[in-house]
């Protein structure tokens, strides 16, 4: 691997999980940054002992608000990309060989994951959810993008620099893939599998849905 790429895991009562997703990070050679949105157990304590740079909100703030202090943490740093996973282990280690590898062979600014070439397991609240949103994004983006709700994504650094973020919630993932679009950067998509167990989603599949299409209406009539 050419490229300096760190991985950045928003977490929020993740210590069940938070050790062991840091070690395989760090086994594969990446480093790791946590942001730990004011969890009430020992995910921060966890995530440190795993050998991950730890950054606390002292209170809840939201996935946006720490997916930005991550952002912002990283691009000060000589890193080329970044890619964002998920502290609960929906997201599989051995996919980071494909960011790498694509953005290694193509350069895009963006690469998604994609959970849709194989959905077996998905919720189907989820999988209607995602369509319709994956559907949306792609209109206002101008460019197809196949899984428009997967955290599991790369950004290179360039990006972050260039694009004004404001959202403190889920829509954070949205507003990146559409403000990044209309600076003429390029999204591409790397399969990827995820892993469902016992968690929970903390998106509300009705009123962050509805939040998520007056977000992408707006944003349809700014320039």
Known sequence: MNSKICILIPAHNEARTIGDVVRAVRAKGFDAVVVDDGSADQSASL?????????????????GFSLQRGFDYIISRDYDALITMDADGQHAIEDLDGFVALFEAERPDIICGNRMTDHRGMPWVRLVTNKIMSGLISLVCR???????????????????NVELSSS????????????????????????????????????????????????VREMFVR
């Open 47 to 63: 995530a440190k002992a795993a050998g991950a740079t730890v950054l606390v909100n002292f209170k809840n703030q939201g996935k």
């Open 169 to 216: 919630a889920f829509e954070i993932e949205s507003e990146v893939l559409i403000k990044s679009s209309k600076k003429n950067y390029r999204i591409a998509s790397v399969p990827v599998k995820t892993i469902y167990g016992a968690e929970v989603s903390k998106i509300n599949p009705f009123f962050d849905t509805a939040r998520f299409i007056i977000y992408i």
């Open 143 to 161: 460019q197809k993008v196949y899984d428009s709700q997967c955290g599991y994504r790369l950004i290179r650094a360039e990006v972050l620099r």
